[in-house]
């Protein structure tokens, strides 16, 4: 029996749990009765709600940074999608020095056959090359065209600043001219 005895909480750690469970109630449910007064504010509600708070606040940042990081991603996944279908195939790797004829310079000619080769590759490595670079003239020319847009809206803003400063100037002069003795 008196094993069972020391086995279970003592009244004070009871009591301080209820006080917990308590301020942990009022803090969910956002609400304090008037005899929780006492429990409530001993400082581990508002301890609780800076922290609350804080990790909302936190959690609204890493969301906000996760969305960045993601979108961000999948436009490098993308360039480098674009970037790779030009330089991907194998024949790319060695055009650049057989152009230069680095491997046949002792002034061996090359066969019709690697040439018609070559030119063949060339092409489609032109043609790839030539959709990246559209694809990133296209996303410059939306992101002009936008600040094209913007640069209009404030010079139109800037006008109707200028007329509307012209006309007070004037009806302060006016005004300037009715004052007697002046």
Known sequence: MKKELQTRPTE????GLRKKVKILQAVGYNSVEAEDWEAATSGEEVKLSEKISLL??????????????NEQ????????DDILKGYSSKEWKGTLFDDWDISESTGNELSE?????KQVSSDKDQASMLKVICNQRNRFRARLQETEEEI???K???????ADLEKTKTDNVKLYGKIPGL
């Not at 991603?73 to 480098?80: G, N, S, T």
């Open 56 to 69: 909302e606040t936190d959690d609204g940042k890493i969301r906000e940074l996760t969305e960045k990081v």
């Open 12 to 15: 004070k750690l009871v009591e």
């Open 156 to 162: 139109e803003k800037i006008r109707a600043q200028t």
């Open 73 to 80: 991603q999948k436009l490098i996944q993308k360039l480098e």
């Open 152 to 154: 209009r809206q404030l």
């Open 113 to 117: 056959k690697n040439i018609d080769q």
